[in-house]
């Protein structure tokens, strides 16, 4: 199958901190958008990558994989959103056409199995996936809670729990068509424009909004997003076990 992918990477990671924003920060055997696309340039079906980066961010351009001849890159926007519709223009500039498939996928998410990837392009040719898209999720397997106002302390009073069947944490790669998600994206950004607007993050929501039902594909819990510190720790764990897992075979 062939498919278009956008990292959107234009964010600064506030909640994580640190003196350069996550993405770039080191983990065994390069960066974190350095492993964030490295599952993705090895495909056959891979026709090309657009990298949505801030208006001054000179970091991605000093590193190997910008000049890989599929890589290419666009000025992103101040949300998830606005990056994305950033790299879904630069994929039509490229050539792509409205039923191209886009796999969307975090810049901050190093650890991406091939098998994750394999299952979600399968997934896009059944009947349900082709109709509305796809995308990684994971079912949800601990007890949910609802809470109250956090307090100083961070702290917060429960106000109920929450049933878990059904409710799935969605994770990256989600595979969407280039004109669906486009228009659905367009349209997420119009209504959040409106007082009490909220802009969607993550692209399943915007194809929801206009009435679609994109699939679940059960990922792996490998799959982290590096959000705080520890998960970058967790993320250079899971790497460094799949490298002396390749050693050994």
């Known amino acids: 199958m062939n498919y278009w992918v956008v990292l959107p990477a234009a964010g ?39 990298v949505a980066l801030g208006a001054d961010d000179t970091r991605f351009a000093a590193l190997p994989v910008a000049k890989h001849p599929q890589v290419t890159t666009t000025t992103g926007g101040a949300s998830r959103a606005e990056s994305v519709l950033a790299g879904l223009n630069a994929v039509r500039a490229r050539g792509g056409t409205e039923n191209d498939w886009v796999l969307v996928h975090d810049a901050a998410r190093p650890c991406l199995g091939a098998e994750e990837l394999a299952a979600l392009l399968t997934a896009l040719a059944t009947p349900e996936g082709a109709s509305s898209g796809a ?16 307090g100083p302390t961070g702290m917060a009073p429960v106000t109920a729990t929450v049933p878990r069947e059904g409710l799935w944490r969605a994770l990256t790669p989600q595979a969407f068509c ?55 720790t967790f993320a250079a764990t899971v790497l460094r076990s799949r490298t002396e897992t390749t050693r050994h075979d």
């Not at 003196?19 to 350095?34: D, R, S």
């Not at 995308?135 to 956090?150: E, N």
């Not at 004109?179 to 367009?186: D, F, K, R, S």
Request: aromatic residues 4%; charged residues 15%; proline residues 12%.
């Open 135 to 150: 995308l990684l999720a994971l079912p949800v397997a601990d007890t949910v809670k609802r809470s109250g106002a956090l």
């Open 178 to 232: 280039l004109g669906p998600l486009t228009a659905a994206l367009e349209n997420a950004l119009r209504l959040a424009a409106a007082p009490g607007g909220e802009v969607p993050t993550d692209d399943a929501a915007a194809i929801e909004a206009m009435g679609g039902a994109p699939l679940l594909v059960p990922g792996s819990p490998y799959n982290v997003k590096v959000t705080l510190p520890a998960d970058l």
């Open 12 to 50: 600064r990671g506030e909640r994580f901190g640190g003196p350069v924003p996550k993405q770039y920060e080191a983990l065994p055997g390069g960066l974190v958008i350095e492993h964030a696309l490295a599952p993705f340039l090895p495909s056959k079906g891979l026709r090309g990558v657009v």
